[in-house]
């Protein structure tokens, strides 16, 4: 096992004592075989590695968290309304992947009506501004 995949390990272990009451709720939690984490824990799997993205997705964790890279989030140039916007959607984070996909879908279904909407009641004042000339 390399150094990076230990630290890893160590992460994804640290987040599980965390987050459940005991290996076996995590596992059940995520459909795992009765020993995994155990495995993990005394090196003898590394099976984790393959389940990054479902861990980061699991804990709210940027993956490269996981990887112990560090990750800047300058939310300097974000309005007060953009990052209440992120805020809301983060919190998403406790419902089924089903809802969440669809959360998502409908912001962006929504969004895109507002804006088709505004483009089409730009376009015609426009046609009407020129139509006076």
Do not use: C
Not at 56 to 63: A, D, G, K, P, Q
């Amino acid at each position: 096992m390399t150094e990076s995949s230990e630290k890893i390990r160590d992460k994804v272990l640290s987040l599980i004592d965390s987050e459940f009451e005991s290996d076996a709720a995590f596992e059940r939690e995520m459909g795992l075989g009765e020993k995994t984490v155990n495995n993990w824990r005394r090196g003898r799997s590394s099976s984790y590695m393959r389940m990054l993205p479902r861990l980061s997705e699991l804990f709210s964790v940027n993956i490269g968290e996981l990887y112990d890279i560090p990750i800047r989030l300058d939310t300097s140039e974000l309005s007060d309304e953009e990052l209440e916007l992120i805020t809301l959607y983060r919190r998403s984070h406790v419902l089924p992947k089903k809802q969440r996909i669809a959360l998502k879908e409908t912001l962006e279904s929504t969004i895109n009506l507002y804006l088709a909407s505004h483009e089409s009641r730009s376009a015609r004042a426009t046609k009407h501004k020129s139509e006076e000339k």
